[in-house]
């Protein structure tokens, strides 16, 4: 009987190890932000025509917002969001003025779960230019349209990225599936050897 139990426990341990490998892959596979344009706490001469947040791993192209408001807090974001590779864009209003900004991001991360957060730079001066000039008067007013946070749309990426809004295959999934059935298999016929092996003792000792 004694090997019979040792098969049992081989399968058991196969059994767990597979488990725990299927479990590690999609919880190691979640994306996180590892910089953003401005940086954190960071101080700019005059509000930027964009901010932008780098990530890990590219971000899928649905789900994606962003929030840019001033420290009255006029909404300042504009347009759709624009992501290109690993990076999530969002286009200012002409116009804004000096002080202190907080954008608000929110992504869908390329293993479907969504990521959120939060960063804050301060300009030094208003944005200049034409531009700016014939829009700074026009900026937010009670009762006014004030343009939402950006969202993203089908289509708003980069024509590259045509096509990134569908889930990705999670092949680590598959890597970690097809290592634990082989060596299920590897322990199965060691198990079956050595179960041969013991019959044949069991016999030479009858």
């Known amino acids: 009987m004694r090997p019979f139990r040792r098969f049992r426990a081989l399968l058991l341990g196969a059994a767990v190890l597979a488990a725990s490998l299927g479990l590690a892959g999609p919880a190691a596979a979640h994306d996180a932000a590892e910089s953003s344009s401005p940086a954190q706490g960071s101080s700019v001469p005059v509000p930027p025509q964009q901010v932008s947040v780098t990530f890990n791993n590219k971000p899928l192209g649905l789900g994606a917002s962003f929030s840019v408001k001033d420290g009255s807090g ?12 690993n990076v999530a864009s969002q286009k200012l209003r002409a116009g804004a003025p000096a002080g202190g900004y907080t954008v608000a991001w929110r992504v869908v991360s390329s293993d479907s779960h969504p990521i959120e957060g939060t960063f804050t730079f301060t300009a030094a001066a208003a944005a200049g230019g034409a531009a700016g000039a014939a829009t700074g008067s026009a900026g937010p007013t009670a009762g006014g349209d004030v343009p939402g946070m950006g969202t993203a749309q089908p289509g708003a990426t980069a024509a590259s990225e045509a096509g990134s809004s569908a889930e990705p295959f999670q092949w680590s ?17 060691i ?3 050595r179960l041969a092996n013991g019959g044949d003792e069991n016999d030479a000792e009858e």
């Open 173 to 189: 999934i598959v890597i970690f599936a097809i290592a634990a059935v082989g060596l299920l298999v590897a322990l199965a016929v």
């Open 74 to 85: 006029a909404e300042w974001a504009e347009g759709p969001v624009e992501i290109l590779d």
């Open 191 to 193: 198990a079956r050897r």
